[in-house]
């Protein structure tokens, strides 16, 4: 083989080679596309839900984690001397919180399916979450599409709160302190949107975003409680940060307090 | 045209280089400690040039302001190039680092305003190197050593060492795109994984080469040293990064060591892709690129321009 075909041979093994990154390139992005434009709150084309208080029902139960409950982490507050001062003692991570019988903390549990197309009125209550201590709090918080999640500071530190949503518009705000509540909104249902600080990047919350009001958020002790259910066959999921989701199914009568259970593992750790 | 040695102009360029390889670890910082938005406005930091440096809004102002000084340098730079330099292509490259410092200023406003969508921050970890490459070109071509003559080294091989030097390079940029996609978290870790390997073939295959062909070579010699130097601590400080991120998974923020050891692993990945481009300089000062060029006994500066 003649040396200017050797070198005619080598150079179009390079281009498939470019063609061939390309395309591995290609492969290997995600999608992370978000428009991060404003979205106003959607008004569904569903009719009303038509809701009888006089039959509604409710569930009501505890959420559990069965295995050993992972130590709390400590979180170092050393690079703002507000935090270190200002802060839990000693401060731990909230990922995880269950009380010395396993019961588990930070739980969405929700109604996923069942409901039926309906559109539901926007609870003009705002849901609050303070940043105290450098934290936030509540560290997991269940809302509405549409509805009011106010954020106040009331630290003597500046924040920044920086939502992470994948189906809704993201957004930035810095709050200093003493300045007014930051008032947001979410317009679509996401479970569950991140939102963090990266002035502090140890401080981080869960919201969770619904297009229906039947939800509840386990508190201390993994009790939680859905009320004005209307009768019906249901599937109930509940959401961890760390352990992902468990689904059951619901039947309610009418005027029925139901009573269920969750049981999380410690090793079945889910994916951040 | 033979080209002058203008020291105080190479100086500068070397002191600029210096500045730029800092700029690269506070950028690497602000990532490696989730401080890329802890400042929500751009170019101001909270509306002024002077906000309360606390907690990532150290890292992400340092960072702004190491920024902005490159910024004046590489404008003294090209003003200075401009003035001093005979050879036009040098003045252009000046330029176009000139002008990837401001495109970088305005990537890196865009990382902020968009809120790290649209792979604002890939393109912006990309070009910071590709502008590092530029002016460790700028150090180089204006050296006394690039501006002196060099004895033609003839390239009897085939394909030419041109060619694995580029190869070398554009693999080497390839895993910096993957690498910037993980870190950022737009592709998964095995695109880069598996880079790494690549490019340890496409850096041993060429620097083979230039031990085959040119084993007598000093500064073909010094450049194949390096490569493989910078090449086999960048791949240890990859496997110790990823070693210590899963070893930290769970770990509430970002902690010192994995900060430092993925620091360091980012930076010495501009190093990588620096020496590789200076193989691919050094190639085209020292190697004719035609069988008929070798037979002239010396290449002046003049002639690979």
């Known amino acids: 083989m003649s040396c200017g075909k050797k070198i005619g041979n080598f150079r179009r093994l390079a281009l498939l080679a470019i063609a061939a990154a390309l395309s591995f390139l290609a492969a290997a992005c995600g999608n992370q596309e978000n428009s991060g434009k404003k979205i106003p709150p959607e008004r569904s084309s569903a009719p009303p839900a038509n809701v009888d208080p006089a039959t509604t029902g409710s569930v009501s139960g505890v959420v559990r984690l069965e295995g050993p409950v992972p130590p709390a982490r400590k979180i170092i507050m050393s690079g703002d001397a507000a935090c270190a001062s200002a802060g839990q003692e000693p401060p731990v991570s909230q990922e995880v919180v269950a009380d010395a019988q396993g019961n588990l903390a930070n739980v969405v549990i929700y109604v996923k399916g069942g ?104 508190g201390p002790g993994g009790a939680f409680e859905i009320r004005n259910l209307p009768p019906g066959t249901y599937t109930l999921e509940a959401w961890h940060e760390k352990y992902g989701t468990l689904r059951q199914p619901l039947v309610v009568s009418a005027k029925e307090a139901a009573k269920v259970s969750f049981v999380f593992r410690s090793d079945a750790a889910a994916g951040r | 045209m033979s080209a002058t040695y203008h020291p105080g102009l190479h100086r500068f360029s070397l002191v600029l280089l210096a500045c730029t390889f800092l700029l690269l670890i506070a950028g690497a910082l602000v990532t490696s400690n989730d401080a890329a938005l802890a400042v929500p406005d751009w170019p101001l930091s909270y509306g002024t040039l002077t906000p309360p440096m606390v907690g990532g809004i150290f890292y992400e102002h340092s960072h702004r302001v190491i920024a902005a000084c490159i910024g004046f340098l590489t404008i003294i730079l090209a003003v200075w190039t401009w003035r001093a330099e005979s050879r036009r292509w040098v003045r252009w490259l000046s330029l176009a680092a000139l002008g990837a410092v401001i495109l970088q200023g305005v990537l890196g406003g865009l990382t902020v305003l968009l809120h790290l969508h649209y792979g604002m921050p890939i393109a912006h970890a990309c070009l910071a190197q590709i502008f590092f490459g530029a002016i460790m070109g700028m150090a180089l071509f204006t050296s006394r050593w690039w501006i002196s003559d060099q004895a033609a080294i003839p390239d009897n091989g085939s394909p030419s060492i041109h060619t694995f030097a580029l190869v070398n390079a554009a693999a080497v940029f390839l895993q910096v795109i993957l690498g910037a996609g993980f870190r950022h978290k737009s592709m998964p870790i095995w695109p880069h994984i598996i880079g790494a390997f690549v490019v340890a073939a496409t850096i041993s295959w060429t620097a083979l080469t230039l031990r085959h062909r040119f084993g007598n070579v000093r500064e073909m010699k010094l450049a194949r040293i390096l490569i493989n130097s910078v090449f086999g601590l960048q791949f240890m400080l990859g496997v110790a990064a990823w070693a210590s991120r899963l070893m930290t998974v769970d770990a509430p923020q970002p902690l010192p060591a994995v900060v430092a050891l993925t620091v360091i692993h980012t930076v010495t990945g501009a190093l990588t892709f620096a020496c590789s481009l200076m193989v691919v300089m050094l190639c085209y000062r020292m190697v004719p690129r035609s069988r008929e060029a070798a037979l002239a006994p010396a290449r002046t500066e003049a002639a690979i321009s």
């Not at chain 1, 920044?160 to 189906?167: A, D, L, R, T």
């Not at chain 1, 979410?186 to 969770?208: G, K, Q, T």
């Open chain 1, 115 to 218: 409901i039926g197309y309906f559109s539901f009125a926007i609870p003009t209550t705002p849901v609050e979450i303070n940043q105290q201590g450098c934290m936030y709090a509540p560290h997991v918080a269940a809302v509405m599409a549409g509805q009011t999640v106010t954020f106040h500071n009331s630290d003597k530190t500046i924040h920044n709160i920086h939502s992470q949503p994948k189906n809704n518009p993201s957004w930035n705000r810095s709050q200093s302190p003493g300045a007014p509540a930051i008032e947001e909104f979410f317009a679509r249902e996401e479970i569950a949107i991140p939102v963090m600080c990266n002035v502090h990047p140890w401080m981080r919350s869960y919201l969770a975003v619904f297009d229906h009001p039947y939800f509840a958020v386990s």
